[in-house]
């Protein structure tokens, strides 16, 4: 297939409450830059409970500013 997003990376980022549906999420982003050529990472947090808690994750700030890094 011939895209311009050939080559270039698809970031997904995503956080859910439970454990629960991430990796259903996951499923058609990794699909779709497959399909089209593109690099694919993704940054899924599970047990993130209610927005904003996220931040109180171990570990969870460094993790997203070394995917961004890698991305940049």
């Given at each position: 297939m011939k895209t311009p997003l050939k080559g270039k990376t698809l970031v997904?980022?995503?956080?859910?409450f439970e454990d629960v549906g991430l990796n259903a999420l996951r499923k058609p982003f990794?699909?779709?830059a497959e399909y089209t050529g593109m690099k694919f990472i993704a940054l899924l947090v599970p047990n993130a409970g209610v927005s904003g808690?996220?931040?109180n994750k171990p570990g969870i700030r460094k993790k997203a500013i070394a995917l961004g890094k890698k991305v940049a």
């Open positions: 997904l980022m995503a956080s859910a990794a699909l779709t808690n996220i931040k």
